[in-house]
């Protein structure tokens, strides 16, 4: 995926090409996570996530980046970052595995402190887009009233 691309994609669109390069199927995708298969095809692949799925998201698939699927920041694996091995060459580092040959420090080179306050900041998106969901549902809920008022009217004629 294009780095211009990242920034300016929606987290659909990052899901998708995740999805993409862990080759594994949009079904599997939805039956680990839960997420209607209907949700990520189509049309409805315009349609934004809800912070419960990412947030679902993000713990059945640990290694995904929240930076990267929410903002295009960064790498798309949490385990992997590009390290200057010194010599001028970028090398990718699994810091999992332990067995790096380069230095690695630039990679934890934000303060616990920055990292709390982008968690925090994510979490209030999530809140704020929770929100939206519920007054959406609520405004559903309303439109759902009204069409069943409609509908014994109607009954009510016949």
């Not at 669109?13 to 996570?33: A, H, P, V």
């Not at 998201?57 to 590009?82: H, M």
């Not at 999530?126 to 069943?148: F, L, V």
């Amino acid at each position: 995926m294009d780095k211009n691309l990242e920034k300016n994609a929606k987290i659909k669109q990052r899901l998708l090409y995740f999805i993409e390069i862990q080759s594994i199927t949009k079904i599997d995708f939805c039956e680990k996570t839960g997420i209607s298969y209907s949700n990520i095809k189509g049309k409805a692949q315009k349609s934004e996530l809800g912070g419960e799925q990412i947030a679902k998201i993000l713990e059945v698939f640990s290694e995904l980046s929240p930076d990267w699927l929410l903002l295009g920041r960064g790498e798309i694996l949490r385990n992997q970052a590009n390290v200057n091995a010194g010599n001028g060459q970028q090398v990718i580092a699994d810091h999992n595995s332990g067995t790096i040959n380069a230095d690695n420090r630039q990679y934890y080179s934000d303060s616990p402190d920055v990292l709390r306050r982008e968690i925090e900041i994510l979490g209030e998106w999530i809140k704020e887009k929770d929100g939206q969901i519920k007054e959406k549902d609520g405004q559903i809920k309303e439109k759902d009233g009204q069409i069943s008022k409609l509908l014994a009217l109607l009954g009510e004629l016949k």
